[in-house]
């Protein structure tokens, strides 16, 4: 609802007549108002202006009395002649009229009110001493001079007075004047603003007109779009390559191509009597999951695809991917696509099926591949069981000759009776490791030591190594954590790796024949078995070629040792590669993950300090 909201102003502002009309009526309101303030600014200065003016006069007229009035009364001491005061009164009279008119022309002017008030009171005053003067002075030039500094007095304050109000006078006319210009200024921008209007407004329409046209073509363009838009829907409705329905939100179905129709197993004649419906293709178990899809359709408008199962015509399921959108907001019809997955649920199960059978061609082969190692071992086990039986053998003829002495050394026989058990447990503990390695049984993870494992396999290849002149030695970090693997399945990764080690280097003619086998923490805090054999070393070209099926570099070599060890330890969710060693020779090494239970210890125990500190705070 938003979208109309802002529309709207552009669409009215988009109109060049309503432009032109808001901006001459701007224009219009805009000039009133500045005529108007002109109009009273103009009154203003007018009246203001007219006022220092009638100052001005009356100064002029009261100076003109002030002197008319020094001329009689200094003729009049000068020569004491009665002519001279034969207007005595009348000039007296008309001063005292024209400073009470100034004072009510100054009144609103408080400086010069007080200099107007000032200037009544010196000429009351002055008037009243010359006045005296006159009446008791004679012929004396002494008076007169008395009489004329009196009145220069007067003159004085009359033309200071006169001064600010010619000063005033000055600077109204100066703003009425630089009114007149900020007017004119004014009227001409009026007239280019309604010029460059009258510009715009031309322009405006003749956009106008583009636009109109252009949006002409933009809807002829689009009614043939829509068109060819139909064609295309409809051809792709017509291809039947997925199934299209139109619904609505209750259930019923308005339209359906010949796909959905295969795929539901109902004909055209049930589609147009109203038997296909949603409710009837539903599953009663998957009729809740309808209901969650019509009220995400009708809050967003849009179904995401899921998979859901159609009961057929013939009462038989099919799996089908389907999906959904409204055809307007608030509606209540929309179209569905529908697919088809029975094909893609037949290939998962034959997927499925190939790799159940892939894991067990895998362990076929790992068995394989440990029985034919354990034959390569075969005199190297028969060693490792004959020192047992051998030291057996011997300890009972030592104890029957302790028994047949006198008197018979009973301690001797007790001791020997226990390297014989000594030597039984570990003859058995051989058996047992050699029967564990070949024996066929699915995996079986479990938590074990990986230096135990290590050594168990150690112990095996024990006579193979020394029958090839290879000096094992290890170096198993203390402390490690419990791996989570299949015993058997891992032994035979440190057995293969043995093996080929001891092999590769029974062919070195010179130097020392030397395996280091070493245990210790990854970069992942998980757990790294490394073997470093002082053997000819691995081309580095065919470094990765090492763990493919079906490569060796050994002249009777099947090349699945080192797949079958990758493989073995990716599945325990470890990694395996190889390298060169220095200065010569080559390295093995793998990881293997803590067990799950390990880890969620180790994360507590990492976490109990901050804990600790945290209940101590």
């Not at 007169?144 to 200071?160: F, P, T």
């Not at 419906?277 to 695809?305: I, S």
């Amino acid at each position: 609802m938003s979208v109309p909201v802002r529309a709207l102003p552009l669409r009215w502002l988009a109109r060049p007549l309503v432009l032109a009309v808001v901006a001459l009526l701007t224009l219009f309101s805009a000039t009133a108002i500045l005529g108007l303030e002109y109009w009273q600014e103009r009154q203003s200065t007018h009246h203001v202006v007219g006022h220092s003016r009638q100052v001005l006069e009356t100064l002029d007229r009261l100076r003109a009395i002030i002197a008319e009035l020094e001329a009689e009364r200094r003729g009049y001491l000068m020569t004491l002649d009665p002519t001279y005061l034969k207007a005595y009164g009348v000039s007296d009279e008309g001063v005292r009229r024209e400073a009470q008119a100034l004072q009510a022309l100054v009144a609103d002017d408080p400086l010069q009110r007080l200099r107007a008030q000032h200037l009544a009171l010196t000429v009351t005053a002055k008037l009243r001493e010359i006045d005296e003067m006159v009446k008791t002075a004679g012929t004396s030039g002494l008076a007169a001079l008395a009489m004329i500094r009196s009145m220069d007095e007067i003159r004085s304050q009359i033309d200071l007075m006169v001064d600010h109000e010619r000063f005033r006078l000055a600077d109204r006319e100066a703003r009425a004047e630089a009114f007149e210009q900020r007017w004119t200024w004014w009227i001409t921008g009026a007239v280019v603003l309604v010029v460059a209007l009258a510009g715009a407004a031309l322009a405006l329409a003749r956009l106008e007109a583009k636009r109109r046209r252009k949006a002409t073509e933009e809807n002829i363009q689009l009614q043939s779009d829509v068109a060819a838009r139909d064609i295309k829907i409809r051809r792709l409705f017509d291809a039947n390559i997925i199934g299209i329905i139109i619904w609505e939100v209750e259930g019923r179905i308005l339209e359906a191509n010949d796909a959905f129709l295969r795929i539901v197993g109902y004909d055209r004649e049930d589609l147009v009597s109203g038997r296909v419906h949603r409710t009837d293709l539903t599953p009663p178990e998957w009729r809740d999951r309808d209901l969650q899809t019509v009220g995400e359709l009708k809050r967003v408008g849009t179904a995401l695809p899921f998979e859901k199962e159609y009961v057929r015509k013939d009462g038989s399921r099919v799996p089908v991917l389907i999906g959904g959108t409204m055809f307007a907001e608030g509606g209540d019809q929309g179209v569905g696509f529908v697919l088809d997955l029975t094909p893609l649920k037949r290939a998962e199960a034959e997927a499925r099926e190939h790799e159940r059978r892939y894991h067990e061609a895998l362990i076929e082969l790992a068995h394989a591949n440990r029985v034919t190692t354990m034959g390569q071992l075969t005199a190297s086990i028969a060693h490792e069981v004959n020192q047992p039986i051998a030291a057996i053998v011997a300890n009972a003829e030592a104890g029957l000759t302790w028994l047949q002495a006198q008197p018979p050394n009973l301690e001797r026989v007790r001791q020997t009776f226990g390297w014989i058990t000594a030597d039984g447990m570990r003859a058995g503990d051989i058996i047992g490791r050699i029967r564990a390695l070949i024996r066929k049984a699915p995996p079986q993870k479990e938590d074990m030591e990986i230096n135990q494992a290590v050594l168990e396999v150690i112990a095996l290849t024990r006579s193979e190594a020394f029958k090839n002149g290879v000096s094992v030695r290890t170096q198993l970090a203390e402390g490690l954590p419990p791996v989570q693997a299949d015993r058997v399945q891992l032994q035979q990764v440190i057995l293969n790796l043995i093996v080929n080690a001891v092999e590769a280097m029974a062919g070195v003619g010179e130097g020392g024949r030397e395996l280091l086998i070493s245990t210790g923490r990854d970069a992942s805090n998980g757990v790294q078995v490394t073997l470093r054999d002082s053997g000819p070393g691995l081309d580095p070209k065919n470094v990765e070629r090492l763990f493919d099926a079906f490569y060796t570099t050994k002249p009777t070599g099947m090349g699945m040792g080192l797949a079958i060890c990758r493989s073995i330890i990716e599945a325990h969710g470890g990694r395996m590669w190889a390298g060169a060693n220095e200065p010569h020779g080559a390295v093995f090494q793998f990881t293997l993950p803590l067990a799950p239970d390990e880890t969620a210890s180790r994360l507590l125990r990492t976490g109990e300090p901050t804990a600790l500190r945290s209940a101590a705070r």
